[in-house]
């Protein structure tokens, strides 16, 4: 029998995006910056919001900022994630995991693939969003707190690799936003893009997606692409 | 001076779609779904229903039943839809006229281009949300109730362009949704597909849009290009 060439398959690990990937909280988020625009007198369109939605919460302003015209100082910016953010709690009640998710991060474990939740959002309020997927308290989680900048910036998925110890090149990022995949590519990960943020398939391709699946339910069935060997 | 060749140019008319179109509703009836189907147990992600928002009633439903396997009766599916208009009024409130769609509608008035606009929604709710666009109420509007089949079936724009006495292959439907471009191409009109109903622009290119604006503002701006000379 002939010896099997001796390159060792590194096996990934994965650093998912929360809302949009993991929870269907994209439109509880785009509706919270809604209504803490206009309490400003700002009426942005709503879909222009969605598109905003994932950045970190400074790049986000500076994009409504150069989208209206109107600039905010530093006490309206606070007050503006702040209205936001009360907001954003108020909806948690309407948050679902997204089909798959559980099941995904369940199935990861149980082979010993390495995963972690990196998201724009405040520790806070991902820390209450996570409940819903009833996973525990153990879930390794890094928020725009544990970094400098957010996405589309690479920082927190950098900071996911680390926690994991693993080399981010051996990391495939899962994101439904544009600035996920962005900010995958900068940090030299793989990015893979689910629809489940309300993106189209060809928006998260052109911004770098290496595949592009539904949710995470798809994702799941779909793992041998990724490199996973497991029988879902 | 050479004569100028007799071939007349003929001026288009505009089909407009109503949500997502010149009005920033979409999200509203995403929501507006979604709360319904919670109240019968069935829990769709949003994108998916943000993804047949445009559709007639009826169709949403079969589609909605295709993706969780669930056969409402008539009789349940006429709560479902009960339901949904409830929950969209309530919603009334939240909704803005999107940039552009009320200066663009005066203007083509103005240089006396024919318009009308044609929606799957109920004529009660259509009439409601198009009172902030204070056009008064001389709009040509069909609705759902004016036609047997709603959208993507080409009913709502042929009978749009019956209304204004116009042959259907020199109007241009405007529409946010890819339903609305595929309406369009079946009605054999030219379709041009808006962002502001929160899908991408390879989406609605795809669906078979002869062009893509953001919003009714820059559809204004670049209205040249449609055939229609205007000082804007």
Chains 1, 2 share one sequence.
Not at 49 to 73: C, D, F, P, W, Y
Not at 166 to 184: E, P, Q, R, T, Y
Request: charged share 30%; with cysteine; proline share 4%.
């Amino acid at each position: 029998m002939p010896k099997k060439p001796a390159v060792r398959q590194s096996k990934p690990a994965f650093l998912f995006d929360l809302d949009g990937t993991l929870i269907d909280s994209v439109y509880e988020h785009v509706l919270a910056w809604r209504e803490a625009l206009r309490e400003f007198g700002i009426d942005l369109s709503t879909w222009r919001i969605h598109r905003r939605v994932g950045m970190s919460g400074g790049l986000i302003l500076n994009a409504l900022q150069r989208e209206t015209g109107r600039k905010l100082s530093d006490k309206e910016a606070e007050r503006l994630r702040r209205l936001h953010g009360e907001a954003f709690l108020r909806r948690l009640g309407d948050l679902r995991p997204l089909p798959g998710a559980r099941d995904l991060l369940s199935m990861l474990t149980r082979v010993s693939v390495p995963w972690a939740i990196a998201t724009s959002g405040k520790e806070e309020h991902a820390r209450q969003a996570i409940k819903i997927l009833d996973l525990g308290e153990r879930i390794p989680l890094i928020t725009r707190s544990d970094v400098v900048h957010g996405k589309p910036f690479p920082d927190l998925f950098l900071a996911a690799a680390a926690r994991l110890k693993m080399n981010i090149n051996n990391c495939i990022v899962v994101g439904d936003s544009i600035w996920d995949l962005v900010a995958s590519r900068r940090a030299h990960a793989l990015g893979v893009g689910l629809l489940s943020g309300g993106y189209g398939e060809e928006e998260l391709a052109h911004a770098g997606a290496y595949r592009v699946y539904a949710d995470p339910a798809e994702l799941l069935r779909h793992i041998d692409e990724l490199g996973v060997e497991a029988d879902v």
